[in-house]
């Protein structure tokens, strides 16, 4: 049969080689995860749909693990088309990762992404060293790229208490040796450095980075922004490219949006309009293409988010009128980020599967 890789499909995702995805899960499925541009035909329903599917193109067939994707390929190949089953299915789609860079002066900064979940991280490095903001939980990417830059990871940051997936920052700091900071405004249980807004760090070649910690919370009360160099802004979630970061997982709703709305405008919308927004999620909507780090100017994003725009009472009542289901087993994850495990880790990292839900937009 013939079968195609996730991180294969990642890569041509984006490119003018880009397949057809054909999802042939049932509908309910697909409306809580889908990859980017997949078109859903249920498996039961494929023989009476098949001319949706284009003849010309390579068909790349995906369910939730392999087992329905694979009967489908086998129909759609024996009908003459040119299909693939994805490996793994959607599982394998949420461990994919790559990669893009952008220079910050001297400093090279390594966006790695993990495209499945829409978790964006960061490896900014200069001549040997290196820091990383906001590593998964599957630290050996950020190894990788240190060991193939020729870096040593010194410092670890996070820029909250992440409820949507499980933090590598503990995990990389101690295979490292490398220093942990983390903002005392989040709860966390083990020893770590406290931030502290204005605190200053210095890369070999003169490349700084600065910390916005205590005034930008909203999303979490510790939301905390990183400054590399003078024209890129490392947002966390507070501020992505297709919306802002979300008030409501500590249900304290319409205190938290009054937070992220002066966070907004006194700490991100005072930058100038030249400064680069590196996020720290995406959704599906956003396009993500090879080697071209998922960002935008500032001034693009004060042009296109419509919350920018608004007054405080305004941003306020759209930002608490917006519920949105939240993370999957969000509350067991934020212990484990906390330092209170409950639930085995391994399990946690097949529960914690799903789309970037962290955003308002």
């Not at 790349?60 to 490996?87: E, F, K, N, P, Y």
């Not at 978790?119 to 900014?124: G, T």
Request: contains cysteine; charged residues 20%; negative net charge.
């Amino acid at each position: 049969m013939n079968q195609i890789s996730a991180h294969e499909v990642a890569a041509r995702l984006g490119t003018d080689d880009e397949p057809f995805i054909l999802d042939v899960r049932e509908p309910e499925e697909v409306a809580q995860w889908a990859i980017p541009g997949a078109v859903n035909i249920p498996v039961g329903e494929l023989t009476r749909r098949a001319g949706e599917i284009p003849g010309d193109q390579q068909v790349v067939v995906v369910c939730a693990s392999g087992g329905r994707s694979a009967q489908a390929t086998d129909a759609l190949v024996r009908v003459g088309l040119d299909a693939h089953d994805l490996m793994g299915g959607m599982a394998a789609w949420g461990a994919v990762y790559d990669s893009a860079e952008r220079q910050a002066g001297a400093a090279t900064i390594v966006q790695i992404r993990r495209r499945g979940k829409g978790c964006l991280s960061y490896v900014i490095g200069s001549d040997g060293e290196a820091y990383v903001v906001d590593p998964s939980i599957s630290i050996d990417h950020y190894l990788e790229i240190a060991a193939e830059k020729g870096w040593r990871i010194t410092k670890v940051f996070d820029t909250h208490l992440h409820a949507d997936h499980l933090s590598g920052a503990r995990d990389l700091a101690e295979a490292t040796g490398a220093t942990l900071y983390l903002n005392p405004a989040d709860t966390f249980t083990f020893d770590y450095t406290p931030l502290h807004d204005g605190d200053h760090y210095e890369l070999p070649g003169g490349v700084a980075i600065s910390v916005a910690a205590m005034h930008t919370p909203g999303h979490t009360m510790g939301s905390t922004m990183y400054f590399v160099g003078d024209d890129v802004v490392l947002t966390g979630d507070t501020l992505f490219v297709e919306g802002v970061g979300r008030p409501d997982l500590a249900d304290r709703a319409e205190e938290f949006a009054h937070n992220l709305y002066h966070s907004l405008r006194e700490r991100v919308l005072t930058l100038p309009e030249h400064t680069f927004v590196l996020p720290g999620h995406f959704s599906e909507g956003v396009a993500v293409h090879p080697h071209v780090p998922v960002g935008a100017p500032l001034a693009e994003l004060r042009r296109s988010l419509a919350p920018l725009q608004l007054d405080e009472d305004a941003f306020v009542t759209w930002a608490t009128e917006r519920a949105t289901p939240r993370p999957p087993n969000y509350a067991e994850i934020i212990k484990v980020n906390m330092g209170r495990p409950e639930t085995p880790i391994p399990m946690l990292q097949r529960l914690e599967l799903g789309p970037n839900r962290c955003s308002a937009s």
